[in-house]
């Protein structure tokens, strides 16, 4: 299997944009803006 096998190349830029996505999702969450974020549950507090 080389590095030029169009299943490689494939699975390689699904795997990265995963990893891509994977992380700008943690950095939104966990990150500087997570300081504007909301908390739906706290707005309706009993």
């Known amino acids: 299997m080389s590095l030029s096998d169009p299943a490689t190349v494939l ?5 990265l944009a ?3 996505f994977t992380g700008y999702g ?3 969450a966990f990150g500087p803006p997570s300081t ?3 908390d739906p549950y706290d ?3 009993d």
């Open 36 to 38: 504007q974020l909301d």
């Open 11 to 15: 699975s390689i830029t699904i795997s």
């Open 18 to 20: 995963f990893l891509a």
């Open 26 to 28: 943690i950095y939104i």
């Open 43 to 45: 707005d309706h507090e």
